[in-house]
């Protein structure tokens, strides 16, 4: 969401503490002070997450705050993972594979790279997957190993928690 607000000392404070209020998280601010302030007004981007209902309170919040609303994007899916897949992928159907994530509707995939060398040879492919939270992340990755289990593929996960 970006911000208009006053140019005087507390007044970021002020923005920030309806989100806490509303038990958002903030994921990043960017607040770029131009020198010398061509206006009496600072604009700021946050990046939050808000539980479900909660955006018409915070909204109400921050006016009473004096602090005006210019714009609020919706990016859904906030946490990526990228995997390696490894079997008969297109004998196995991998536009299955990919709709059993896609219809949770918290997780996709968006990027999807195929490497085949043969016919009967295993091919292998690199799925990234998007989703809304880290917990639909962590579902959509018990998606793809049930079905990796059941369609006898390896998935190679990364290190990190996802």
């Known amino acids: ?8 000392p507390g007044q970021l404070v002020a923005a920030l503490q309806p989100i806490s209020a509303v038990g958002g998280n903030i994921i990043a601010v960017i607040h770029q002070r131009e020198t010398p302030a061509a206006t009496e007004t600072l604009d700021v981007q ?8 909660r955006l018409e309170k915070l909204l109400e919040l ?9 714009r ?3 990016e859904r899916l906030l946490y990526e993972c990228t995997l390696i897949t490894i079997g008969h992928l297109m004998h196995t159907d991998l536009s299955d594979t990919v ?6 509707g918290s997780a996709e995939v968006t990027d999807l790279s195929l490497a085949m060398p ?8 690199r799925i990234t997957i998007r989703s809304t939270t880290r917990e639909e992340m962590k579902k959509a990755i ?5 079905v990796a289990e059941q369609k006898d593929l390896l998935i190679i ?3 990190e928690d996802a």
Not at 1 to 8: F, S, T
Not at 142 to 146: G, K, V, Y
């Open 142 to 146: 018990r998606i793809l190993r049930s």
């Open 99 to 104: 709709d059993r994530i896609d219809t949770t």
């Open 46 to 53: 946050i990046v939050l997450e808000l539980p479900e209902g």
């Open 72 to 74: 609020i994007g919706e």
């Open 157 to 159: 996960e990364p290190l």
């Open 118 to 125: 043969a016919i009967s040879s295993p091919s292998s492919a």
């Open 62 to 70: 921050l006016r009473e705050q004096g602090v005006n609303v210019v």
């Open 1 to 8: 969401m970006k911000l208009e607000m006053r140019d005087q």
